[in-house]
């Protein structure tokens, strides 16, 4: 299948033939569904503090976590395209006649053109977009009512004004204060001052980015940092990382042959946020908060994220330090049956690790195996909020290949929704998982996991795109949370739906959340 070209295409690309031909397979054979239990809920999956519990977890978070290597890990790759797709497909359809404008007043629901024209001076970026415009002897006002509205948002997406259908969401003006407007990775850089800041008074923050776009996050940081420190009274020590090109997958046609370009080379296509696990395996930090990018509020808002933040952080460390200890005694010599079952019980009861029913027949050797093998791994407090809307992919139990019982993050894609058991199961589900997660990825002697070793590759996804005006199959990566993740020791813990304030559409800058 492969000739001496396209073998150096492969190596240059830095992945292995054997790891190719594999996603192949999985094209031919595609992944299997997950297997649905049921849905995680509070008190079977899902812990919910109160108000003692939450005091306490804050208190004790704040008391250690200086003396903790901590760091805030942010998927900030790819462009805002998607943000704008309204304002694109209204630009496609527009003209400025007595036609077009019953176009524009057709839809004024929230997510409509009509919602974004008659709120934007709500924006954070109107300022900015009103000098731009002003700048080449147009007055956006002006434009507005002389229903113009084509070459405003011309102005917001293309390279003639803002140019945000091409910059990537944390470059984006979000929101609005006195002092001037702040972009979603300044956002970032408070946000993570306040629950990030270790005794020295450093904050650690590393964000993933795309390789077109990583000179203007390290000018837009070069701008504002300073400014930041001074204000907030810490030093900021930021990394950023691209998406490496071995976790490019390949590409194929409908008959599951590589893609090939015009020129006879074949197409890869980045492997989708699963792909981050090898960032996030580059770094060595003892405590990591895994946030989205465009997940962030304003500061009047922040009060309730602060505290949650804190409250996962503090039973990460609680959960992680009994289970360093237990490890230490398994890793001796001499362990009882009692002290085996005060492990077993932690393991069930803290980590939500899945107990084989015969466990109580196992011998002392066969259980201290057990034991030792299921706390030796990464660990994850995952945030979950109420689901407010329909059901969709959030904290489920998950039977896996090997019979074992655990508690997964799914993402609807991954179930059988031809299914009634799997779809009534979903139809179940009470929470959702907003990517707040916080990890341990260092070992109970301090040595860094390697993650590799906690992926399933069986939970990636395939789906058609188009290139050309010809049909592709395209290849995920099992998702950084999903897969990547799903030989992790995994805690869910309610959060308030407060915490999670996404911006999935340009007009959510709207809602009061962001306001």
Known sequence: MFSQKDRQQIEAKGIGLETIQKQIEHFEEGFPWVRLVEPARVGNGIISFNDEEIEALEKSYNLHSGQKDVLKFVPASGA???????????????????????????????????????????FAFYNELKEIMKADGLDLEDCIKNQDYDVVIDYVLNEKGLNYASLPKGLIKFHDYPDGARKSVEEHLVETANYCRDRKGKVHLHFTVSPEHIDHFKQTIKEVKGKYEKQLNVEFEIEFSVQKPST??????????????????MLFRPGGHGALIENLNDIDHDIIFIKNIDNIVPDKLRDETYRYKRVIGGHLISIQEKAFRYLEKLEGDFADMQLLEEIADFATNDLTIDIPKDFNNYGSAEKKEFLFRKLNRPIRVCGMVKNEGEPGGGPFWVKQKNGEISLQIVEKSQINLDDSGQQMILNQSTHFNPVDIVCSIRNYKGKAFDLHEFVDPETGFISIKSKNGRSLKAQELPGLWNGAMADWNTVFVETPIITFNPVKTVNDLLRPTHQ
């Open 80 to 122: 805002a395209t998607r943000m704008f797709k309204h304002l694109f497909a209204f630009l496609e359809k527009y003209e400025n006649n007595e036609e077009g404008h019953k176009y524009y007043l057709s839809d004024k629901e929230f997510n409509s053109v009509y919602y974004f024209i008659t709120n934007i001076q709500k």
């Open 248 to 265: 490019d997958t390949i590409a194929v046609d409908m008959e599951n042959k590589p893609f090939r370009e015009v020129d006879d080379s």
